[in-house]
């Protein structure tokens, strides 16, 4: 069980400010997530196990900082990362939230499609990283669909055989799929994505300037971001048509969406199991 308060007088030290409130957010199954409040200024403190999630608090401030270099959208600042005996924390800006308005989504929409001009020579990216709770690999690869297979499907497939929550008949399917696949979308680029974009991991301010958070981050076909606006809501038709008046997206791409999002299916598989399972079979079936 982690201590915030040991972790509190580390950061007080460090940033020589006094933190007079301490209210907890919520943050999933991963993190411990806390609002501070000092005199002056607003933070928000994650705190996880270090020996749980070696490195991911460093992984995550690399996304932000990959992000932040395109100078496209907005991600929080980070202030500290560090370590103290048993436990990892990151201190990052408090983003005053605001409301999702018309205006809001138009920019969300054309920032991101600007970031996703962001290119490289190969998908995947320097570093392994977290999605949610479980590594990612992003060994590079020079064609999407080997990424795909790779370097996403698979790693979830092998998790999900180990805990045995996939039959041979699924297995078959995806196997069928990766002879498929090659045929059912064109390759693009290489883009920079967030690699984790549901609606909880966007933010708007009062000011109406959206932001990333907890990004994912690896050069990937860029359909991939849009598809995951689309599993858990939270995104408006206005986001999705400033995005394709920045960045027309390929025809069809509204079909491939049950394709890319195999991927975070698999990983709540892996995670919550249960009815996931009948998603990731409905949408398998659908390609097929």
Request: glycine letters at 6%.
């Amino acid at each position: 069980m982690h201590n915030v308060n040991d972790v509190i007088l580390v950061i007080e030290k460090q940033i020589g400010t006094k933190i007079s409130n301490i209210l907890p957010l919520s943050g999933g199954s991963i993190n411990h997530v806390y609002h501070l409040q000092a005199t002056r200024d607003n933070f928000v403190l994650k705190i996880n196990d270090r020996f749980n999630f070696p490195g991911m608090f460093n992984l995550e401030v690399q996304g932000l900082e990959t992000i932040r270099n395109t100078q496209t959208i907005a991600v929080p600042k980070v202030l500290l990362q560090s370590e103290t005996n048993t436990e990892s924390y990151l201190l990052i800006e408090w983003i005053s939230p605001g409301h999702s308005t018309q205006k809001a989504s138009d920019t969300l929409g054309e920032q991101l499609a600007q970031m996703h001009r962001h290119t490289s020579h190969s998908f995947g990216f320097d570093t392994d990283n977290y999605m949610g709770s479980l590594r990612q690999s992003n060994k590079p690869h020079k064609y999407w669909n080997d990424f795909f297979i790779e370097e996403r499907l698979k790693p979830m497939i092998r998790i999900a055989q180990t805990k045995q929550l996939l039959t041979n008949n699924d297995l078959r399917l995806f196997d069928l799929l990766y002879q498929k696949l090659p045929g059912l979308f064109t390759e693009e680029p290489p883009a920079l994505v967030h690699g984790d974009l549901w609606s909880g991991n966007y933010l708007i301010d009062v000011h109406e300037k959206p932001y990333l958070i907890d990004p994912a981050v690896s050069f990937s076909n860029r359909e991939f971001d849009i598809a995951m606006t689309t599993l858990f809501g939270g995104f408006d038709r206005q986001f999705y048509e400033a995005y394709n008046h920045n960045f027309p997206l390929q025809e069809g791409w509204q079909q491939r969406i049950k394709l890319w999002n195999l991927y975070p299916l698999l990983l709540h598989v892996n995670l919550f199991g249960g009815g996931y399972i009948k998603l990731v079979r409905d949408n398998l079936t659908a390609l097929l």
